[in-house]
């Protein structure tokens, strides 16, 4: 059965998202979009000239947005429990928390109005989690048919363009939120692995942990294959070395920092595409902060923000993928 369902922000990952839970569902289904950049928008309607509903707002987005079933499971789970009638569900992927917060709370085009039944709200951005918790206080205020989820992702623009996206949900599989299926089914249209991380705010806390993680992964590989390089050795037997010892990893892998290992890696291609520096600087502070806040100790945390937060004012990195820390600590790109 078609469904009708809303998305605002297509830039580098809310392109390709859109663009997979729009082709992916039943035949018919209409989205309806929203972004600041018209060019954005304008872009994505040529690419789905059948299905695409181009709003003037993310409040107008959310007015036209409402879903039927989408399949046969969630077809049997909204019937059960009569939530296919006037129910809407609107998707956001942003850049930060200002833009989450004035996308869904801004007085006159924010999604968010007095004329809301029920709604289910899902934000894939990485954003603080104090703005996601001050935005659900508000959701919180239209009943408790309204809600309002985070679902981060991981993976990139590859696995957005390939549906095959990490979703870190912030809501519970037990059985206790009876929207799991439903929002699991279309998490699923646009990604792999939908892990369901206990509740709202969860799937923040998950994703802002796995990158501060794969931060220090991503600066501590280009370090050692400097320091190789420098001693003499072939990046690509100490890459080899790295991917069958202990310093194996994905970023290793699949995202090499040094140009030449990895062909599709956004290195070997001057650093364009993948993900922008600024965007790993933003989310390491946030993850920083939120070690403050938590009382847990972090000892490579300033030392990685400020790697990162330098490499996003140089020039020469601005950007350009996040493993162009290699260039920015001196690597030879030859
Ligand atoms: P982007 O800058 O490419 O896209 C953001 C889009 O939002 C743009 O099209 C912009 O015009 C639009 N926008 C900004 N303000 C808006 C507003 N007020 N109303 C409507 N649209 C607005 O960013 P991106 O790379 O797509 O990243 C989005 C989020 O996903 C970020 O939080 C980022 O940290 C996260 N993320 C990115 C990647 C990646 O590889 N790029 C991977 C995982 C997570």
Not at 159 to 186: N, V
Not at 253 to 266: E, L, M, R, S
Not at 297 to 324: H, I, T, W
């Amino acid at each position: 059965q078609p469904t009708r369902l809303g998305f605002i922000g297509l830039g580098a990952m809310g392109d390709p998202m859109a663009s997979n839970l729009v082709s992916r569902s039943a035949k018919g289904s209409q989205l309806y979009i929203y972004d600041v950049s018209a060019i954005a928008m304008k872009s994505f309607a040529e690419r789905h000239p059948a299905s695409v509903v181009v709003c003037s707002s993310p409040r107008e987005v959310s007015r036209q947005a409402v879903s039927a079933p989408l399949n046969t499971r969630s077809l049997r789970f909204s019937l059960a429990h009569n939530q296919h009638m006037g129910q809407e569900i609107v998707f956001t992927m942003l850049p930060e928390g200002s833009h989450v917060r004035s996308v869904y709370l801004d007085a006159t085009t924010g999604i968010l109005n007095p004329d809301m039944s029920a709604r289910l709200l899902v934000d894939c951005s990485t954003i603080d989690i104090a703005t996601f918790r001050s935005v659900a206080a508000e959701v919180e205020r239209y009943g408790e048919k309204t809600c309002f989820y985070d679902a981060p992702v991981s993976g990139g623009t590859l696995g957005a363009e390939a549906a095959s996206l990490t979703f870190m949900f912030g809501c519970a599989d037990d059985g206790s939120d009876a929207r799991y299926p439903l929002l699991h089914d279309l998490l699923s249209l646009m990604g792999r692995t939908i892990v369901a991380c206990g509740k709202p705010g969860m799937g923040l806390t998950a994703k802002l942990c796995n990158n501060y993680c794969s931060g220090l992964i991503s600066l501590a590989t280009a370090e050692a294959l400097n320091m190789g390089m420098r001693a003499g050795m072939d990046p690509r037997v100490l890459a080899h070395v790295f991917a069958n010892s202990t310093a194996q990893s994905t970023v290793c892998d699949k995202w090499n920092p040094v140009p030449g290992i990895c062909p599709t890696a956004p290195s070997s291609k001057g650093y364009k595409g993948g993900f922008k520096v600024q965007l790993m600087a933003k989310d390491f502070g946030l993850a920083v902060g939120l070690s403050e806040e938590v009382g847990a100790k972090v000892l490579l945390g300033q030392a990685g923000l400020d790697a990162y937060q330098s490499a996003s004012r140089d020039p020469k990195c601005r950007d350009l993928d996040s493993r162009v820390l290699f260039r920015f600590i001196g690597g030879r790109e030859d």
